[in-house]
């Protein structure tokens, strides 16, 4: 499975951002996370879905201001960014597996990143 992030870029707090990851190759039954790590933090777990989107998981610090969705007949995982804050700066980064959601690192497949930017 190949991944492309994208829809990264500069805003203010309180803006929305919308951002893609493309995916190519065997992405039939896979489920999709997107991560972040921020300036010298580690990377951390923001949201994750399941093949059919019907199941979603987000972390406490983006609930109810992030969601995350995909289309399969694109190909295409989004993760949908509203209220956003400065501490939402970082690089995010798309992954995929197979075998169920996790919050945790263990995809084996990841995207290049696409770095958000939230100034106050």
């Known amino acids: 499975v190949q991944l492309q992030a994208s829809g990264g870029g500069v805003v203010q707090a309180g803006d929305s951002l919308r951002l893609s990851c493309a995916a190519s190759g065997r992405t039939f039954g896979t489920y999709m996370g997107w991560f972040r790590q921020a300036p010298g933090k580690e990377r951390e777990f923001v949201a994750t879905i399941s093949w059919i989107g019907s199941t979603t998981y987000s972390a406490d610090s983006v609930k109810g201001r992030f969601t995350i969705s995909r289309d399969n007949a694109k190909n295409t995982v989004y993760l949908q960014m509203n209220s956003l804050k400065p501490e939402d700066t970082a690089v995010y980064y798309c992954?995929?597996?197979?075998?169920?959601?996790?919050?945790?690192?263990?995809?084996?497949?990841w995207g290049q990143g696409t770095l958000v930017t939230v100034s106050s």
């Open positions: 992954a995929a597996r197979y075998g169920g959601l996790s919050s945790t690192n263990n995809y084996p497949y």
